[in-house]
């Protein structure tokens, strides 16, 4: 009897040390979900490429409106911003991306897409949400609505983002340079969060310090001397030049960088020619160039420059005829999830959703843009989270050799709703509420 009372007593002190809300959030989630489900659909069959995020951005913006939010629209191209005000506090910044991508959906769901729109070269392609943007908008939605409710339980100011042009690596840039931090309260910190195809729907996880990493693409256009294929020694060949170049970049990484950094450097394609026999003026490689720091970008970038001019020059091209690096505006820095901030929302969520939901998670080369929002002068303390999407049992399988899960961007990429949104929302709402709990 008396360890009985004993227990009793310490599950009382146990609960008076968890957060209030918890029980009720998990609750208020559930009931909310067959909203945000219908609202999933919606977008899920309704997506939109980069830049033509109109009437995406106009849902999400009358989803934000009706809960209780000032919205901005067509704030950097189609982007919007969404404020609430709730007293004296710190301000955090919460962003979704809204984007998808030029990819013919094969997932098998029963709400597919069928979209088909003008991709920027000029050609029809079929459009779906292949990169999960279609949850994030679902958990920014469902955060926003929990937070109006909650509002006796917080203080300060909550900025939801809604993005444009992610896939592009463009619509950070372009909301920072129509003066996001000076049309609107500055933020103390920036979360956010981004589906994951090898994390079972469930759980959050965590990359302290580097979790995407830097990149770069970049042109490189060969100079040669063209002629008949029969009268090699006539020309200057750049598909011979072009192939050096390949072979030589290969050693920036594995030899010009320590071991303990990470660096990638691709040739995506090579392009030169179009007949048998016909050596052609020129050839073009396309380059993608990933990496975490800024110092080993900078010496990858430089790199890169001065080997395809030395194999250049190793060929007895004059200077007229050296090639031409270009490095294109697509730039998307690294994203550096801040140690302390990572730390402290581990322990807000795992109170919410349980320690073995919370997991850490290893720093992938993808990019994203979420990045620039933290690296504006003063730095913001910033952390991008990564939301397991797909099911257990579809995880295990495919480590017992059975079918491979598909990757983002795939055409078969389909999260598993349910779970990922209501984990999304918890998790998203938890993390808030501690950031800004009274």
Not at 170 to 180: P, R, V, Y
Not at 416 to 434: C, N, R, Y
Request: contains cysteine; glycine residues 10%; charged residues 20%.
């Amino acid at each position: 009897m008396r360890k009985s009372i004993g227990a009793t007593i310490l599950a009382a002190l146990l609960s008076l040390s968890a957060p209030a809300y918890a029980s009720d959030l998990q609750k208020s989630v559930a009931q909310d979900y067959p909203y945000l489900f219908s609202l999933y659909k919606h977008l899920h069959t309704h997506p939109e490429l980069s830049f033509k995020e109109v009437e995406t951005a106009k849902r999400i913006g009358d989803e934000l409106e009706l809960a209780g939010f000032e919205v901005t629209r067509q704030f950097g191209g189609e982007g919007l911003v969404a404020v609430m005000k709730n007293g004296e506090g710190p301000t955090l910044l919460i962003r979704a991306d809204m984007d998808a991508l030029p990819v013919p959906e094969q997932t098998g769901v029963p709400y597919p897409s069928t979209v088909k729109s003008i991709e920027q070269t000029g050609q029809e392609v079929s459009v779906m949400h292949a990169c999960g943007h279609d949850v994030h908008m679902s958990v920014l939605v469902g955060t926003a609505r929990r937070m109006e409710a909650l509002r006796d339980q917080w203080r300060g100011t909550l900025i939801l983002i809604g993005q444009p042009a992610e896939e592009r690596g463009a619509g950070a840039k372009l909301m920072l340079n129509a003066g996001l931090f000076e049309k609107f309260p500055r933020p103390d910190f920036n979360l956010a969060l981004h589906v994951s195809p090898t994390l079972a729907a469930g759980k959050m996880g965590f990359v302290s310090g580097y979790g995407f990493a830097n990149v770069d693409s970049v042109d490189i256009f060969v100079k040669g001397v063209g002629g008949h294929g029969a009268y090699p020694h006539m020309t200057k060949d750049p598909v011979v030049l072009a192939s050096q170049i390949v072979l030589a970049l290969q050693t920036l990484v594995s030899r010009e960088i320590s071991p303990l950094d990470s660096g990638v450097v691709t040739v995506g394609a090579f392009n030169a020619g179009a007949k048998h026999n016909v050596i052609s003026d020129g050839a073009h490689l396309q380059l993608t160039v990933r990496t975490y720091s800024d110092e080993v970008r900078t010496h990858l970038l430089d790199g890169i420059k001065r080997i395809a001019e030395g194999q250049a020059k190793s060929f007895g091209m004059p200077e007229s005829h050296m090639p031409e690096v270009k490095l294109k505006d697509e730039y998307t820095p690294s994203l550096y999830n801040n140690p302390d901030l990572t730390a402290r929302m581990k322990q807000a969520i795992s109170g919410e959703i349980g320690d073995a939901n919370v997991v850490d998670e290893n720093p992938v080369m993808g990019g994203e843009d979420f990045a620039r929002y933290g690296r504006q002068d003063p730095k913001i303390p910033s952390l991008m989270m990564r939301l397991g999407s797909v099911s257990a049992e579809k995880i295990e399988a495919a480590q017992n050799g059975g079918p491979a899960l598909p990757s983002l961007h795939s055409s078969r990429y389909a999260p598993l709703p349910e779970p990922t949104i209501k984990t999304g929302v918890a998790s998203m709402t938890a993390a808030a509420l501690d950031i800004l709990g009274k």
